[in-house]
């Protein structure tokens, strides 16, 4: 069941859509999508504590899908991230198709799907600007509640700039809210600034956020979602290419923090399954993108992008259509292969073979994960199950992985082993070797978060993501091969016309 905060996340996102017209730069503008000067909102706007709140509402809602166009779920974590990596194979293109240039390393600064990714990442970190920059003026009932609404502000906006780097490399670091020509003029930040600015944020907000809260407002930022997001952002940079080895026991000390409150403030699922249902929304994983469905253009589409139809006879049958054409874009037999055999997450996260709508056997790979049987949908944006942006298993996993490089292979092989047993895997020995293990780790990642967005981020930190796609690209018999170079996305040409960026390589 849906909480009251997660409607609240829709009906003020709308709210500040329209507010979000008099302070936020129109998309055709191609610019940062920041505040453009003399805007009435600066004195009628951001000057009560429900204003704050509706404010601090619509940059959650970011995240979220808008009048089919799809949100972070679709638009980082599937085809920015997913599509890219080698769980997905891209077979022919009809017509316009983001998604194939994007798996074969075809898509270029005009790709459209690039400028999605720039615009909605600062359009969200322009709301949250507005609000840091006007919420010391603002009068409080309590102020612990200020510094919660505060320190949530702050991590969104971190988030989003973690988005944005891990996708784009040095991006225009903007902390207060500037006009177009000021805009125009801030220049790509380096890495090792943008780092610094990010990880300062989130530990600075920690102690403002909550441990837990009421049903009415599950879904907002815990401290153990705090705590997780560094852990994922410290050892991302202690990878490639950052490669700061301070990094790996700040990464070690934040995952642990989280470790330390399960079963007090964090749970780890029983079954597999349970993580991707809607009755448990906001109940195992450590950060989502709220979803509801109900005509509200509020729902996730991401499963009707990745699945079939279905025949009416299937409990998965969605009478609203799908987006997703198995003869141009579906999960790789790679990915169907690298299961271990026994493995239990395979069935729940992917399938190979459907009746179609007249009623004949079909064949298609595709994924499942997000998509739930009953379900009546008023469209095909309206799937009703949150996204899981960074899970409780992530923590393990990365705990593990640390545990690993800091010689205690032993010590980590416990923490591994959970997921492996969840799904039905015989445990792995602690006598196993660190490079064995290494192993291990990598593989049981790619079968836990199949689908998540997570691994092709994985292959760039641990940089083997060159050997990896060039090793499946010659297995296919395609013709490319990248290099570090397409670890990134490169700057959008309309950002390169405006602002005159340097391009990535």
């Not at 994922?232 to 923090?257: C, E, V, W």
Request: proline share 3%; charged share 20%; hydrophobic share 35%.
């Amino acid at each position: 069941m849906k909480t009251t905060y997660n409607k609240n996340i829709k009906t003020f996102g709308k709210t500040l859509a329209v507010a979000a017209f008099l302070f936020v730069m129109a998309s055709c503008e191609k610019d940062l999508m920041l505040e453009p000067e003399n805007n009435i909102t600066q004195t009628s706007f951001y000057t009560t504590e429900l204003q704050i709140q509706q404010a601090l509402s619509g940059v959650y809602s970011g995240m979220i899908n808008s009048s089919s166009r799809g949100g972070f779920d679709v638009n980082f974590y599937l085809l920015a991230s997913e599509v890219r990596s080698n769980n997905f194979n891209a077979i022919s293109q009809n017509g316009n198709r983001d998604y194939y240039a994007i798996n074969r390393f075809q898509d270029t600064s005009s790709t459209e799907e690039v400028e999605v990714l720039w615009e909605d990442a600062y359009q969200m970190i322009s709301y949250a600007n507005n609000i840091l920059a006007r919420i010391d003026a603002v009068p409080f009932n309590d102020s612990a509640v200020k510094e919660q609404y505060r320190s949530e502000t702050r991590f969104l906006r971190a988030y989003a700039y973690f988005e944005l780097m891990r996708n784009f490399g040095k991006v225009p670091l903007v902390d207060h809210p500037v006009s177009p020509e000021e805009a125009a003029s801030i220049q790509r930040t380096d890495l090792a600034t943008l780092y610094n600015f990010i990880t300062s944020e989130i530990e600075a907000s920690v102690a403002g956020l909550k441990d837990t809260y009421n049903a009415a407002n599950k879904g907002r930022i815990t401290k153990s979602a705090a705590h997780a997001m560094l852990g994922r952002i410290y050892l991302t940079g202690f990878g490639y290419p950052l490669n700061n080895s301070s990094y790996l026991q700040k990464a070690k000390d934040h995952l642990y923090a989280v470790i330390q409150v399960e079963g007090q403030y964090v749970t780890f699922a029983p079954n597999y399954a349970d993580l991707f249902k809607s009755v448990n929304d906001n109940k195992y994983n450590l950060f989502e993108i709220q979803h509801i469905s109900g005509g509200l253009s509020q729902g996730s589409y991401l499963p009707s992008y990745v699945s079939p139809t279905f025949g009416t006879a299937d409990p998965l049958y969605n009478a609203q259509g799908s987006l997703f054409s198995s003869s141009e874009l579906g999960v790789s037999q790679s990915l169907i292969n690298s299961y271990e055999t026994g493995d239990l997450r395979k069935a729940v996260t992917l399938k190979t073979q459907f009746i179609a709508q007249n009623g004949q056997p079909d064949f298609a790979n595709y994924f499942i994960k997000f998509r739930e049987a009953g379900v009546v949908l008023t469209n095909r944006y309206d799937w009703p199950i949150n996204f899981p942006i960074i899970r409780y298993e992530d923590v393990l996993l990365m705990y593990a992985e640390v545990l690993n490089y800091q010689g205690n292979t032993s010590g980590a092989v416990p923490y591994l082993n959970r997921t492996r047993q969840r799904a039905g895997l015989t445990p792995i020995s602690t006598s196993i070797s660190s490079t064995d293990f290494t192993t291990a780790l990598r593989k049981e990642r790619r079968s836990e978060f199949a689908g998540e967005g997570v691994y092709w981020h994985d292959l760039v930190r641990w940089n083997i993501a060159v050997s990896v796609i060039n090793q499946a690209a010659a297995d296919l018999n395609y013709n490319y091969t990248i290099t570090t170079n397409d670890y990134l996305y490169q700057i959008p040409l309309s950002q390169i016309q405006v602002a005159g960026y340097e391009q990535n390589p």
